[in-house]
C-alpha cells in the first residue's frame, strides 16, 4: 500500500501502514487546522471546531469514527476539553452531502475531515475554497478530482489515499534496472481489486522499454 498524505507518497505494507497514515492524518488535521494563515481563522469561535462529514453513517464507520476520536487524543486535543467535532452523516446519499457540507461551512469549522470516500471529499471542496480540507479516499485523489497533482496538491484540500496500482509501473521500471537482460515479465495480479487499470499500467511501461509481459 502507498500512503499519499500532504504531496507526498511513501511506500508502505501492512497494519503499520494505516496506523502510521492514521497518525498521520491526525497530524496533518491538527497541523492544517492551527496553522494555517490567521486571517483565514480571524472568526473562528474560541474552541476550534473540528468538522467531520462522511457519506455513510455512524454504526458502520463507529469503529473508524473512534480512531478519529483517538488520534485527536493522542495528538493533544481532546473533544469536550480543547476541540469540538460537528459530525455529519449523508446516511448513505451522496445527494445530502452538498447541503451537509455547507452547513458545516456555516458553522465556521476551522477543518473539515472529509471521510468515506470522494464524494464527501469533492462536497466539502465545492463548499469552501478557504477552509482547510483532509480527505480520506481509497481512490486515486488526482483522478477523483480531489487535488491537482500528487506532490502539488494545491488550494486547501490534502488527505489520505492507499495507491497501489500506480505503482505497478515503478515496479517493472525497478526489475528492468536490477535486471536488464530479463525480455520477458510475469505480471501476478488479484483479479477481484483493480485488475484491468493495474495490468494497463504495466502494460504500457512494459512497452515503452519493450520488455514482453505474461
Known amino acids: 500500500m502507498v500512503s499519499y498524505f500532504l504531496g507526498r507518497v511513501t511506500p508502505m505494507e501492512g497494519p503499520v501502514a494505516i496506523n502510521i497514515a492514521k497518525r498521520r492524518f491526525i497530524a496533518g488535521l491538527a497541523g492544517t487546522a492551527f496553522t494555517w494563515p490567521l486571517a483565514a481563522r480571524a472568526q473562528q469561535p474560541a474552541m476550534p471546531v473540528v468538522g467531520f462529514l462522511n457519506?455513510?453513517?455512524?454504526?458502520?464507520f463507529a469503529r473508524f469514527a473512534a480512531a478519529f476520536v483517538q488520534g485527536l487524543?493522542?495528538?493533544?486535543?481532546v473533544e469536550g476539553q480543547n476541540v469540538t467535532?460537528?459530525?455529519r452523516w449523508?446516511?448513505?446519499?451522496?445527494?445530502?452531502?452538498?447541503?451537509l457540507a455547507a452547513d458545516l461551512v456555516s458553522?465556521?469549522?476551522?477543518?473539515?475531515?472529509?471521510?468515506?470516500?470522494p464524494p464527501s471529499g469533492l462536497a466539502a471542496k465545492a463548499a469552501t475554497s478557504s477552509i482547510p480540507i483532509?480527505?480520506?479516499s481509497g481512490a486515486d485523489p488526482v483522478k477523483a478530482g480531489l487535488v491537482a497533482s500528487l506532490n502539488r496538491p494545491e488550494g486547501n484540500v490534502t488527505g489520505v489515499s492507499p495507491l497501489s496500482s500506480s505503482l505497478g509501473s515503478k515496479r517493472l521500471e525497478l526489475l528492468h534496472s536490477l535486471v536488464p537482460k530479463a525480455a520477458v515479465i510475469g505480471v501476478l495480479v488479484n483479479p477481484n481489486y483493480d485488475a484491468e487499470v493495474q495490468v494497463g499500467e504495466v502494460q504500457a511501461a512494459a512497452d515503452a522499454i519493450g520488455i514482453k509481459l505474461r
Open 55 to 60: 457519506s455513510v453513517s455512524p454504526v458502520p
Open 85 to 87: 467535532i460537528e459530525y
Open 107 to 117: 458553522r465556521r469549522v476551522a477543518v473539515i475531515a472529509a471521510t468515506g470516500g
Open 134 to 136: 483532509v480527505f480520506v
Open 73 to 77: 487524543r493522542e495528538a493533544g486535543f
Open 90 to 99: 449523508a446516511e448513505g446519499r451522496t445527494d445530502r452531502l452538498p447541503a
